[in-house]
Each structure stands twice: as structure tokens, then as C-alpha cells.
């Protein structure tokens, strides 16, 4: 079965998502289905894949970790049934819970899916067409079944020789010879609501978990004359399901691959996609260039034309047309047209560059509004402060807004030019047109076209260094130059070279 297949949307009455397991080969804290693929749960992909079919309803059955699921299943998805299985009864028993919170608000009539929770490759274009399926063909379950290159673990699905399925198989029940089948039940099902209500009533717990198996519903419908479909996917990997780290890297960089192919073929370039890390939320619109060792995490924005890398980690930031970021970190930003950031840049939240605004080499800013074609072009920081159009702040500018207990902002006009090496001391606003000189501490206001100069006037100590540094390089270099008996060039070389003898050899032992 082909999820591109599915053009057309089946109604779904309810879908259902097994969230309940401990997920003990995790070793985590955290429930299982809660750990993050590409900036979303495993929890939170499956919804998106069954939320692409439109259903009526759906409920999360939670056990494990209840507290946390249902924490996060109340902003990943809020309109979603949380069902609470207090003890692991089994798949069967799951949905039995879910069928009966969900029919407290009527009774499902229709298609119900069932899906497991740490499936997050699952697609919803794949999802649709599983519920395709079963109403076009009026079978009281559909399965959704893979041929995989390892089978272990998973149950088998048992054919009779017509092809018709006969059986699944969960694997530690399996015999040597079902073990060695390769096609295996996803977990993801299309059932008839009100045949799989009433085949769960039948399903016991004789198997070696002692458990109630959701699969025994497909042996329950076989012997009752029911018809059960199987829906064999095209790529067995949007099935593979999560249950340690290991598996969940892997998952991580299938999906990787996905959504940067995807990115690609809609018309953006990725010069290397195996270092580049797109979250699942990241939109980059065509013509745009990603250069190697990036990583767009969260609602990440990129117009066309932008070209971000090499080396760059954006969060929650928005990049418009044209601009340039490379070697930066960037959270919460807005970096606007024609922009340039870098190299090696933080851009701290609540920071905005205007178009053609500048950010340069080891600048750090936040919270900070840069105007258009203003620029920061080097080894400054911009804290709570507000810059106008056309500035240039000089190398070595500190915006002081921190007093050990407040932050305070800081106003600089249009057409400012800040000298290197001046610290603004907020609260205070710099006048259009003014300029400060360098090394100047400004706490004061500079009204408009002013010069603020706010630095001591120098004072040279003469012969401090004979008197306080005797005998040091330092000393011997003033006393010569003051003497006028500086030493050549050549001199300093041959000082710096060991002595010799007559005979032209080195002195040194």
C-alpha cells in the first residue's frame, strides 16, 4: 500500500493511540513516548499521522508515566481523550477502555483506527489510506503489514493459501516456522467500531504475557466468517517502532532524510543533507541555501534567497529574503531581508535585525532592535536597546543595561556613529546624528548631532618604567631609544643568537 495513493479521505469515526507501555528498554525517566524526534514526541508525530485522517475523536490510552503523557497530550493536542489503563492488561484490553470513554459521548459507528504510540514515522498520507481501505472493502479489520529484513519481535502475520489472512502471531507465542515469516502486523489497525467491540469481549489472556492481545480479534473474526484484509505498506520503515536509543537514532535519521528530501524536491538547496539537522516544524521556502553543519530546530523561518551556514543553529527564527547567516546561533530572532549575521554570532531572543541590518563577528545581542542598514559590525554587545537606521556602533561596544538588579533599555538615533570602546550605560538615549567618542563611558543622554566625550584626559608618567620595571626588556628598550643608542636590527638578531668561538663553532655545549 502506497500512502501517496490516498487521494481521497475515508470518514474516520475515532482513532485510537496506544500510549500506555513502560518502555523499560528506554532506561529513562521519561516515558517512552514522550522522547523527541526532530522537535516533536513520539507521541506528538503519531497524532499529527492520525489527525491527517480527519477523524471524529481521539483518545490516548496512558499507564506508564501518566502524569507527564497527559501533561504534554494537553498542549500537543488538546482536544484529544486522555484513557487511563491502570494496569498492563494488554493492546486488547487498551482499546476496550478507549472504545468505552470514547462511547460515553455516543456510540462509534464507523471506522476506528488504532494505533501504537511509538510509531513516529507513520505517515497520515499512509493512514488515510489504511481507512481508504476498509471502506472500500467492508472488512471488519484491516491491518497494515510490512516485510521487513528483521522480523524479531514482531508478530507474525499467518496466511492460509489463498493468501487470506489467517492469524497474527505475537512472536514469543510463535512457532520455528511462523518465526520465519517476514511479514509483520505494523499494530496499526481499520476496524469496524461495532465488530471490534464485540470480538473484544471474546479475547482472553492465554498467551505467555498472560495478556489480552489486540491481534486476537483478527483469529476471533477468521473463525467468525468475518472478512480481515491485510494492507502491506510500501516502505516497511514508516512502521518500525521506537524501543531504545538505539532504534530512536535510527528513526531520527530516517526522518532526517524525509524531511530534507522533501525540502529539496520543493526547490530548496541543501549543499549536504547528512549534516543537516531540519526540525519538523522548520518551513524554508524555494531558492533558499543550507550550507553543511546546520541545525533549524523549532518554528524556524527561511525566506527565499537566504543562505544559512556553514555552521549555524537557529531556533524559533525567522530569516527573510536574501539575507546571510553563517557561524551563528540564533533563538528567537527576526533577521530581515538582506541581513548579514556572522561569523560567530549569538542572537539572543527578542532580537530583530531590519533589512540590511548587521550583526558581524563575535557580537552578541539581545532583546536588542536593530534599524535598517544599521550595523554591529564586531566584538560588541547589544542588550535591551533600540538602534536606528544608518548607524555603525564601533568595535568593542558594550550596552551596560544590567545594574546587579534591573534590566534597562537604551535608545541610540539615526545616523549614530558610537566609537569603539564606549560602553552606554543604560538608561539613556543617543540623539539622531550624534556621535561618541571612543573609549567614552556615555550615562548621560547626547542630544542630537552632539559629541559625546566621556573619558579622562591622558596623562603620561615619564621614566615610570626605568624606576618601576629596572632592568626589565621593557626598561633597556626606553633607555637605549631615550640615549639614542637603539641596537639595529641586525644587533637584535645577533643578541638573540649564541655566542662562538674563533673557529666559527657554537660555544654552546
Known amino acids: 500500500m502506497s500512502g501517496s495513493d490516498a487521494t481521497m479521505n475515508a470518514p474516520v469515526a475515532a482513532a485510537i493511540v496506544l500510549a500506555a507501555g513502560e ?50 497530550l494537553a498542549d500537543a493536542d488538546p482536544d484529544a481523550l486522555a484513557v487511563f489503563q491502570p494496569s498492563q492488561d494488554g493492546t486488547g484490553h487498551a482499546v476496550q477502555l478507549a472504545l468505552a470513554a470514547l462511547d460515553e459521548a455516543g456510540p462509534i459507528d ?32 484491516v491491518v497494515l503489514t510490512a516485510n521487513v529484513p528483521d522480523p524479531t519481535g514482531y508478530g507474525r502475520v499467518v496466511r492460509d493459501r489463498s493468501g487470506r489472512v489467517r492469524a497474527i502471531v505475537e512472536h514469543v507465542d510463535a512457532s520455528d516456522a511462523e518465526r520465519e515469516i517476514t511479514e509483520i502486523n ?34 476471533i473474526f477468521v473463525k467468525d466468517g468475518e472478512r480481515v484484509a491485510a494492507a502491506l505498506i510500501d516502505d516497511w520503515r514508516e512502521v518500525a517502532g521506537v524501543n531504545d536509543r538505539v532504534q530512536l537514532a535510527a528513526a531520527d535519521a530516517m526522518l532526517r532524510d524525509r524531511l530534507v528530501t522533501a525540502i529539496m524536491r520543493s526547490g530548496v538547496t541543501v549543499i549536504d543533507p547528512a549534516t543537516t539537522w531540519v526540525d519538523v516544524g522548520v518551513e524554508i521556502e524555494p531558492d533558499a541555501v543550507i550550507l553543511p553543519n546546520t541545525l533549524l530546530f523549532g518554528a524556524t523561518r527561511i525566506a527565499t534567497g537566504a543562505r544559512v551556514g556553514p555552521n549555524c543553529s537557529l531556533t524559533d527564527t525567522v530569516v527573510g529574503e536574501y539575507a546571510l547567516v553563517r557561524d551563528a546561533t540564533c ?7 538582506q541581513a548579514q549575521v556572522g561569523p560567530y554570532t549569538y542572537l539572543r531572543p527578542g532580537t530583530a535585525l531590519m533589512r540590511k541590518a548587521k550583526a558581524g563577528g563575535f557580537v552578541e545581542m539581545k532583546n536588542a532592535v536593530v534599524g535598517e542598514d544599521s550595523k554591529v559590525p564586531h566584538l560588541s554587545y547589544v542588550g535591551d536597546a533600540t538602534i536606528g537606521e544608518r548607524t555603525n556602533v564601533g568595535a568593542a561596544t558594550v550596552f551596560v543595561n544590567y545594574d546587579g538588579v534591573e534590566k534597562h533599555h537604551s535608545e541610540v538615533g539615526d545616523d549614530v ?22 573609549g567614552s563611558v556615555v550615562v548621560d543622554d547626547v542630544p542630537p548631532g552632539a559629541l559625546a566625550v566621556a573619558r579622562g584626559r591622558q596623562r603620561n608618567v615619564e621614566g615610570w618604567v626605568e624606576k618601576r620595571r629596572p632592568g626589565s626588556p621593557a626598561a633597556r628598550a626606553a633607555e637605549a631609544t631615550r640615549s639614542g643608542s637603539r641596537p639595529s636590527e641586525a644587533d637584535r638578531d645577533n643578541r638573540n643568537s649564541p655566542p662562538v668561538d674563533e673557529s666559527g663553532g657554537s660555544t654552546t655545549p
Do not use: W
Not at 494505533?115 to 507513520?122: E, M, N, Y
Not at 489472556?205 to 480479534?217: G, H, M, T
Not at 533563538?331 to 531581508?337: D, F, L, T
Open 23 to 72: 518502555g523499560t528498554r528506554m532506561k529513562s525517566a521519561t516515558p517512552k513516548v514522550l522522547h523527541e524526534i526532530r522537535g516533536r514526541s513520539m507521541l506528538g508525530h503519531v497524532l499529527a499521522a492520525v489527525r491527517g485522517a480527519a477523524p471524529a475523536r481521539v483518545a490516548v490510552v496512558t499507564g506508564a508515566g501518566r502524569t507527564a503523557v497527559e501533561r504534554h
Open 110 to 141: 464507523g471506522t476506528v483506527i488504532v494505533v501504537p504510540g511509538d510509531t513516529p514515522l507513520l505517515s497520515a498520507a499512509s493512514v488515510r489510506a489504511l481507512a481508504r481501505h476498509r471502506a472500500e472493502t467492508g472488512a471488519a479489520c
Open 186 to 219: 505494523s499494530g496499526v489497525y481499520a476496524f469496524d467500531g461495532a465488530k471490534v467491540r464485540s470480538a473484544l469481549n471474546l479475547v482472553g489472556a492465554d498467551n505467555a504475557q498472560a495478556e489480552r492481545y489486540l491481534p486476537d480479534v483478527v483469529r
Open 331 to 337: 533563538e528567537g530572532a527576526r533577521i530581515g531581508p
Open 417 to 438: 556613529r558610537i566609537g569603539s570602546d564606549t560602553m552606554i550605560v543604560a538608561p539613556v538615549t543617543i540623539g539622531d546624528g550624534a556621535y561618541t567618542a571612543a
